[in-house]
């Protein structure tokens, strides 16, 4: 077996704590050389220091355990890579969220108040639409969203049915408000049709919105939805009601986030007579 090593030796050789090595036998991850049956001190090859280093390195790019153990236990070359590879997309996109979230932070350290975009007042509706609806909390809305839309173009494919307008979701108030409730995904349509699975036909009555369009990246957007929310409380005409978003531009338009254009509109009691 050769040369064993104390816990304490083979902790200072691979910068991972006690504490750690010990979980990592506790749950099968590095299982220890030898285990004293009596006194229960555990003890270490020098052969075993690469994979725990390997296993340090994998949990500093923040990779769970469940994906360190597929890593160390692929079959071949193949398999271990593909999970790596996998971990590297993860964190590129949290890089990217990262880096948003620190654009959008300087840009608001920048003004005393939201700022002021342009607003108008539409009608809009009655509108025929396949929709998609479902209890979700708010950290998974862009999930839920992505699985909604394709469900939703697949079932317009099926139907044979045509579009009348871009993609679009409602937020109910306590999704906002509580971060859990009600979502709605939907594809306005021409024509009412009989939608397959969980698709529904939803016709949607009219409403008055207050509409302004955020450019640029879901990140930032909370500051549009102060700008068009200031311009509601300043004019008291605010009503109960879902928030609907319009996705004229969006990621399956181009992956350039900068690019992409969404309508929100904020419901309101009716300025206008109806037609």
């Known amino acids: 077996m050769g040369t064993l090593l104390s816990i304490g030796d083979f902790s200072r050789m691979t910068f991972l704590s006690v504490k750690t090595l010990r979980h990592y036998h506790e ?26 280093q390997v296993i340090r390195r994998l949990r500093e790019l923040g990779m769970p355990l469940e994906d360190v153990r597929v890593v160390m236990e692929a079959p071949d070359v193949r398999t271990r890579n593909a999970a790596i590879s996998a971990h590297l997309r993860s964190m590129e996109g949290e890089l990217e969220r990262t880096r948003a979230a620190v654009k959008s932070l300087r840009m608001l ?16 509706g009655p509108m025929q639409t396949l929709a998609v609806s479902g209890q979700v909390a ?26 009348a307008g871009a993609d679009a979701a409602l937020y109910s108030n306590e999704l906002l408000e509580d971060e859990y409730g009600e979502i709605v995904a939907l594809i ?23 509409v302004a369009v955020h ?6 957007i909370d500051r549009s939805y102060a700008a068009l929310g200031t311009v509601v409380a300043e004019r008291a005409i605010g009503v109960q ?29 009716r300025t206008t007579p109806a037609t």
Request: glycine fraction near 6%; aromatic fraction near 8%; charge should be negative.
């Open 27 to 52: 749950v099968g991850l590095l299982l220890p050389a030898a285990v004293d049956v009596e006194s229960g001190y555990r003890r270490y090859q020098v052969a075993q220091v690469p994979r725990a």
């Open 109 to 124: 350290l920048d003004e005393t108040a939201p700022a002021r975009i342009p607003v108008e007042f539409r009608v809009v």
């Open 138 to 163: 708010y950290a998974e809305v862009f999930e839920w969203l992505d699985s909604a839309f394709a469900e939703l173009r697949s079932a317009l494919q099926q139907v044979g049915g045509r579009r």
């Open 188 to 210: 306005p349509v021409e024509a009412e049709a009989r939608p397959p699975d969980r698709v529904q036909a939803l016709r949607l009555p009219l409403v008055e919105y207050a």
């Open 215 to 220: 450019l640029g990246a879901v990140e930032d």
């Open 241 to 269: 009601g879902p928030i609907r978003e319009d996705y004229i531009v969006g990621a399956q338009d181009t992956p350039d986030a900068a690019q992409h254009r969404t309508e929100i509109s904020w419901p309101v009691f």
